[in-house]
């Protein structure tokens, strides 16, 4: 609702209005833009009812030389198309990790839970050497410090028994805190899983043990020749570096992006260089009909005809004589470029260290391995002999208190080889990008015998 008049007269009406547009930017960075709108007046006093107005309008801009082509048009498309990739393959990453965490805590857990039950028999086994200890001391067979040792290895065995309970305890407790669930709740780990991963292992101990004495002994004084590790029995993922690196370099999520980041920042180098060329834009404008107001009240309806149009054409030059800004900006991207090729190379360096790091892990724990093996077996068969020429008078209490230590030793540390070398195969895995969480989130293993 609007008035116009002046003393002689007052005019009262409303005036109603719509519009329509569509702008559009193409690839070689032509723009166009149109819009068109109709008005309707109407009076409520004077001698006319109502009447319209119609009003059409375009223009277009296409630029020459400066911001020209679909290479520079496209490119905030492009990037946003690459921030994407680079978003889903950071968050791919991410469940790879996470799934490493979860089998590196859950294998952990295993490995404290076996320890609780290595000190709980090695507990049973001091109590009864104390208590046949205390017997063969009230026969006079056995002296009373004996006994006293005797004693005091129960009560280490006894505060290493509670220890670890308690860091068994507490490495549940983290278990369940990683996998989302409270701490009070009841779960039950798969102990049986860690006895069939020794099984698995168990081909990798077989051959020519590290210390032998049954055959031919030399000398005491004789040369004595250091073996390097026997390789003969090696693992299905201990392949070679050269062939490891080759394949993380083909399937890094991590190092394909630093990649794409050296070629954005190649793009935005070009990108900034063209910013300091000279601007010359071609345009154009028409505009076609008329609006209506309560001024021009005495005026017929307005007509959309094209040859009353308004139509007009410019060309605009801006020489680069004052670039300082785009100039910085150039300067920039030349150092962001730098700063990317850097980065590309020192991930680079940092997958061979690690898969280099990872393959000589995996040499070292399948010695160990086999080194606690028959530590084990060595440490079960002195344990069986000091105690039968203990009760026999021809060995004394340390003996075989100073036995079973070492057999609670070799226990833990067979089982410590066994989980180290398990999380080292899929820490390699991880590092060569091969190791894959399906949408169920199974880990699925890349079986690389044949890169060996």
Do not use: H
């Not at 799934?99 to 839970?113: E, F, H, M, W």
């Not at 066994?418 to 991880?430: A, K, N, P, T």
């Amino acid at each position: 609702m609007g008035t116009s008049g002046n003393r002689e007269s007052r005019l009262t009406g409303s005036n109603s209005s719509g519009q329509a547009g569509i702008a559009r930017k193409f690839k070689n960075g032509l723009e166009f833009s149109s819009a068109i709108s109709v008005n309707l007046v109407k009076m409520l006093t004077g001698d006319r009812a109502s009447f319209w107005g119609v009003l059409g309008d375009a223009s277009i801009s296409v630029p020459l030389l400066r911001g020209a082509g679909e290479f520079i048009v496209q490119e905030p498309l492009r990037q946003a198309e690459r921030n994407l990739l680079y978003a889903v393959r950071e968050f791919e990453q991410y469940k790879k990790d996470f799934a490493y965490n979860i089998v590196q805590s859950y294998l952990n857990t295993l490995q404290a839970a076996q320890r609780v039950r290595n000190q709980a028999e090695n507990y049973k086994r001091v109590v009864a050497s104390t208590r046949r200890s205390r017997r063969m001391a009230n026969a006079g067979r056995l002296p009373e410090y004996q006994f006293d040792q005797a004693v005091q290895d129960e009560l280490r065995a006894r505060d290493s028994w509670i220890s670890a309970c308690q860091s068994n305890a507490n490495s549940l407790d983290s278990f369940k805190i990683l996998v989302g669930l409270p701490t009070d709740a009841q779960i039950v780990l798969q102990e049986q899983e860690l006895a069939n991963l020794a099984l698995d292992l168990q081909a990798l101990t077989t051959g020519k043990p590290p210390v032998d004495y049954s055959g031919e002994i030399p000398p005491a004084d004789a040369e004595v020749i250091l073996l390097e590790p026997d390789d003969s029995n090696a693992g299905k993922y201990e392949i070679q570096d050269v062939k490891a690196i080759a394949l993380a370099f083909q399937q890094r999520l991590d190092l394909q992006t630093l990649a794409d980041r050296v070629a954005d920042a190649q793009r935005k180098v070009l990108i900034a260089e063209d910013a300091l060329r000279a601007e010359l834009t071609l345009g154009g404008s028409a505009a076609v009909g008329q609006r209506r107001s309560y001024s021009n009240t005495r005026q017929n309806n307005a007509e959309f005809n094209t040859r009353a149009g308004s139509y007009s054409g410019l060309l605009t030059l801006d020489l680069p004589w004052e670039r300082t800004r785009e100039r910085n900006v150039y300067r920039e991207s030349l150092l962001d470029l730098e700063a990317a090729v850097r980065s590309l190379q020192s991930k680079e360096d940092e997958i061979k260290l690690d898969i280099r790091r990872n393959l000589r892990m995996l040499r070292q724990y399948r010695e160990t391995l086999i080194i606690q093996s028959q530590a084990v077996t060595l440490a079960e068969r002195r344990v069986k002999s000091t105690d039968t020429l203990l009760q026999a008078g021809r060995a004394e209490i340390r003996d075989l208190l100073e036995a079973q230590g070492a057999l609670l030793s070799a226990q833990n540390s067979l089982t410590g080889a066994v989980v180290s070398y398990r999380l080292q195969e899929f820490d390699l895995q991880r590092n060569l990008g091969v190791l894959t969480v399906s949408a169920e989130g199974q880990l699925q293993e890349l079986n690389l015998q044949e890169y060996k």
